[in-house]
């Protein structure tokens, strides 16, 4: 069975651009999660999608969006880009959302010059 | 965003040392779980716990479920050099949510 897949796996924009990252979940799970992970820090939840709907958003600010697709597929949007927004961003997919438990993909690593 | 305490930091072994660390929370839990992330990678799951006092093995890998529910411990057991990464706790409590811990990052001393 595939696992959460991610694209693309790297890429470079400089600050004031936009950026689309994609994300695919193990089939048959509907909540899509994104991470926001900084160079040697912690994972920083942004945002979740469950069946089409955002549950839940991070701390982080509005340029920060997304969607859910109808076959559960998710795309995280940045807009304006900043230095700061530089880092390896993750999607996971969970089964059930109370009681699953969440897959990761790889990851897209962002670089904002 | 909130995060929870997880120690040490870092930890810096021999191969064949045993290894603990543990993460704590200021809230309770009914979910708690644990990654390894690899340079690059996405973070891969080890444990999965969900039961107050619960104990689960994976290979070398033994968590807890802390009776108070508000803390989890991570133990591996005769350490290998692909053991490296850095450990992640998570918890959750009921619909919200995952609340990651800050990472305990393991260095094997050759």
């Known amino acids: 069975e595939a696992g959460v897949t991610q694209s693309p796996t790297h890429l470079i924009k400089t600050r004031g651009q936009q950026v689309t990252l994609r994300c695919s979940p193990i089939?048959?799970?509907?909540?899509v999660y994104w991470y926001q992970q900084a160079l040697g820090l912690g994972l920083q939840f942004l945002l979740w999608?469950?069946?089409?709907?955002?549950?839940n958003r991070g701390n982080f600010p509005p340029r920060f969006s997304g969607r859910q697709f109808p076959n559960y597929s998710s795309e995280l949007n940045v807009n304006a880009l900043e230095l700061e927004d530089s880092a390896l961003y993750l999607c996971?997919?969970?089964?059930?959302?109370?009681?699953?438990?969440?897959?990761f993909g790889p990851g897209t690593r962002l670089t904002v010059l | 965003g909130q995060q929870l305490n997880q120690s040490p930091q870092s930890m810096f072994i021999q191969e064949g040392e045993d290894v603990s660390m543990n993460c704590t929370s200021s809230s309770i839990f009914n979910t708690w779980l644990w990654y390894k992330q690899d340079p690059g990678e996405g973070p891969v799951l080890l444990i999965a716990l969900y039961k107050a006092g619960e104990l689960t093995s994976n290979g070398r890998l033994t968590a807890q479920f802390g009776i108070t529910r508000k803390d989890s411990f991570l133990n591996i057991s005769a350490s290998i050099p692909s053991d490296v990464g850095i450990y992640f706790c998570?918890?959750?409590?009921?619909?919200?949510?995952?609340?990651f811990g800050t990472g305990t990052r393991l260095t094997i001393i050759p």
């Open positions: 998570a918890g959750r409590l009921g619909n919200e949510k995952l609340t």
């Open positions: 089939s048959g799970h509907t909540s």
């Open positions: 996971a997919s969970s089964l059930v959302v109370s009681t699953d438990t969440q897959y």
């Open positions: 999608y469950d069946e089409g709907e955002e549950r």
